[in-house]
């Protein structure tokens, strides 16, 4: 497999098929100009008439001759007699013969019925639109490999323009291929995937300007997916082949490429996407990209987009950019340029990132960036602080306006973000999951407008205020209550190992899967068993750790864990059982500083609504009887 430079790689790539005719657009197709937004012109456009094709008022007045008004003052006034010297004209009238200027009706006054006195002269063409104007017949209106807007779609249609030749839309065959796929409804067995990655290129595919041509499953095979790809050539100008582009037993399609066609480039220096092919075959351009869905999308970036581009004349958009502060460090392996999700919100006067899940198959965190840091390939990634440059999914405006919560994870967050957006449609909320300490220790090195927080002290049995007294040490900072919540054991359903309380997961045969160190979930669990006595090296998968309650409760319907602390309102989410064990308050520590922003007043207001707080007591296991008010401050 090839380890290219991905740049490299798509300049030999475009290099051998400009060469080979694969890049030529195509027959240029003659279509309606007022169906024509977003299509590509084949060839210049020049307009067939002028605009305004006459002479025409461009003010409701009178139309006269202009050497009759010279000399009109304010003691000198000039008078005109109606229907001769003047004519009454309205905006958009044509200029009557002879005439050569327009005055407006404001500044006209009859004296008689058929007398107008005008105190101001009018100089030649006055408010008047000349032949021309606007479009001149035979002028260019918009040249070739132009992508068509609205507003050219106007300027068509006014310069006599009806019907356009644009460059054919390039057809483009994706093939999901796969044994263990199923369609999207079917009715799934575990070892089924749902496909969904056909539909999601195949969207990406229309927004670029092509037209995706889906096709059925083709299963692991060397015959079969040669036939598929055969048969994509045949009716396609561009064939997309999703997964068994690596270099597994049941990863075909190098080699079935290879043996219609040609294998340029098998492999760049990328991750996520590394195993990308790039081909040809029978002129046209064959590209191969990974299952993971988000390798497929970056590959696609990267790869399928210039030559759709290309075909169609035009060159990609250079992405929006900013210069983001990293919350944490980051580390990337050398050789290979890293391309990194990450979540973005301006606090200060700096803009904040911080990086998502970076597997190749957790399409969430496409989801959920707001842009992509790409780490160069001689780099080893950047340390906390330190600032890189991020390429936008978002707007910035709209980054601006999001309220940057990192601390603690609780499922009442996603439904304050849909409330806050639902109120404030220009305003949203970015959470990061780092634990309650995470949280605090981002508030200190300036990177969040809040953070979640539940740090049960052991010595007073308080929650959150002595740690923050001893982690943010003169710091002005004000503690608001979001929800109590109940803590406890996530079962299985019908709990089937027969679990009752913590005292049982020691020394017995049961799985257990923890939270991250740092997590208030964590502490009280820690808490809990120094009470009973307990040894962590007792508890069997003490040491495995998830970052949410959901990702907790996720492992436990798997079977992945017999059980897991988290809260209640995830357990009933996924139809689990439940033991409680505490109730602990979650409250949201904010900055003095931050605290009377909109960032922080437009969640409060949210708090406060009623439709809100029933939404979250219907997840289960809250009480909000504090939601919104001020616990603490210092």
């Not at 079935?256 to 340029?264: A, I, P, Q, S, Y």
């Not at 392996?333 to 198959?361: C, D, H, M, N, Y």
């Not at 309102?569 to 605290?595: K, M, S, T, V, W």
């Amino acid at each position: 497999m090839d380890d290219l430079p991905w740049e490299e790689a798509l300049e030999r790539y475009c290099d051998y098929l400009q060469g080979a005719g694969a890049l030529s657009p195509g027959r240029p197709e003659l279509i309606a100009a007022e169906q024509s937004l977003g299509r590509v012109t084949a060839s210049p456009v020049y307009a067939r008439l002028s605009s305004p094709h006459y002479h025409a008022s461009a003010m409701d007045g009178i139309a006269v001759r202009s050497a009759s008004t010279y000399g009109a003052s304010e003691t000198t006034p000039k008078y005109l007699k109606a229907g001769t010297d003047a004519l009454v004209v309205d905006t958009g009238d044509p200029l009557p013969a002879g005439y050569d200027a327009v005055i407006m009706v404001e500044d006209i006054h009859y004296v008689q019925e058929d007398t107008i006195e005008i105190i101001h002269s009018a100089t030649p063409w006055q408010h008047v639109r000349v032949v021309g104007e606007d479009i001149v017949a035979t002028e260019m209106i918009v040249p070739s490999n132009h992508m068509v807007r609205p507003i050219d779609i106007g300027a068509f249609l006014a310069g006599g323009v009806d019907r356009i030749y644009v460059h054919p839309r390039p057809r483009v065959a994706l093939l999901p291929t796969g044994t263990e796929l199923v369609q999207p409804g079917s009715d799934l067995k575990p070892g089924d995937i749902i496909e969904f990655n056909s539909r999601l290129l195949g969207a990406m595919v229309e927004q670029w300007g092509a037209v995706p041509l889906r096709r059925e499953i083709t299963v692991d095979d060397f015959d079969h997916l040669k036939k598929a790809v055969i048969n994509a050539v045949d009716e396609a100008d561009i064939v997309l082949v999703n997964a068994g582009s690596s270099a597994g037993t049941e990863d075909f399609t190098a080699g079935v490429v290879r043996t219609l066609g040609k294998v340029l480039v098998h492999g760049v220096a990328t991750k996520p996407g590394k195993p990308v092919i790039l081909g040809e075959i029978s002129g046209k351009p064959v590209v191969g990209v990974p299952g993971y869905p988000v390798s497929a999308y970056l590959d696609m970036q990267l790869f399928l987009k210039p030559v759709i581009f290309r075909k169609l004349g035009l060159i990609p958009p250079a992405p929006e950019k900013v210069e983001a502060n990293l919350s944490r460090k980051l580390v990337s392996p050398l050789g290979v340029e890293e391309f990194v999700r990450v979540k973005l919100g301006q606090v200060g006067g700096k803009i904040i990132a911080t990086p998502v899940s970076r597997g190749a198959g957790v399409l969430m965190s496409l989801v959920r960036a707001d842009g992509m840091i790409r780490v160069p390939r001689l780099s080893e990634g950047y340390n906390s602080g330190e600032t890189a440059p991020v390429e936008l999914f978002r707007q910035l405006q709209e980054i601006r306006e999001t309220t940057v919560i990192i601390g603690s994870h609780d499922i009442a967050l996603d439904v304050l973000a849909n409330f806050l957006h639902r109120e404030y449609p220009a305003a949203s909320l970015s959470s990061a999951h780092v634990g309650s300490l995470g949280g605090v220790s981002a508030l200190k090195r300036g990177e969040a407008h809040c953070a979640g927080t539940h740090l049960l002290d052991e010595k007073s049995g308080e929650y959150n205020i002595p740690y923050v007294k001893r982690l943010l040490p003169g710091r002005d900072v004000t503690l608001v209550n979001l929800v109590y919540r109940e803590q406890g054991l996530i079962l299985a359903k019908g709990n089937p190992k027969g679990i009752q309380r913590l005292e049982d997961l020691a020394g017995k045969d049961i799985s257990f899967i923890n939270r991250q160190r740092g997590a208030g979930t964590r502490i009280l669990l820690d808490y809990e068993l120094r009470v009973l006595g307990i040894d962590a090296d007792e508890i069997h998968g003490y040491e495995h750790e998830e970052y949410t309650h959901m990702a907790v409760a996720a492992a436990v319907q798997a079977g992945a864990a017999d059980t897991g602390l988290g809260i209640r309102a995830a357990a009933q989410a996924l139809g689990l059982d439940f033991i409680g064990i505490a109730e602990e308050r979650y409250d949201l520590c904010i900055p003095n500083e931050y605290f009377n922003t909109p960032y922080i007043q437009r969640l409060l207001e949210v708090m406060t609504l009623p439709e809100f707080q029933a939404e979250v007591s219907k997840l289960g296991g809250y009480d909000l009887r504090d939601c919104g008010k001020i616990i603490w401050q210092s």
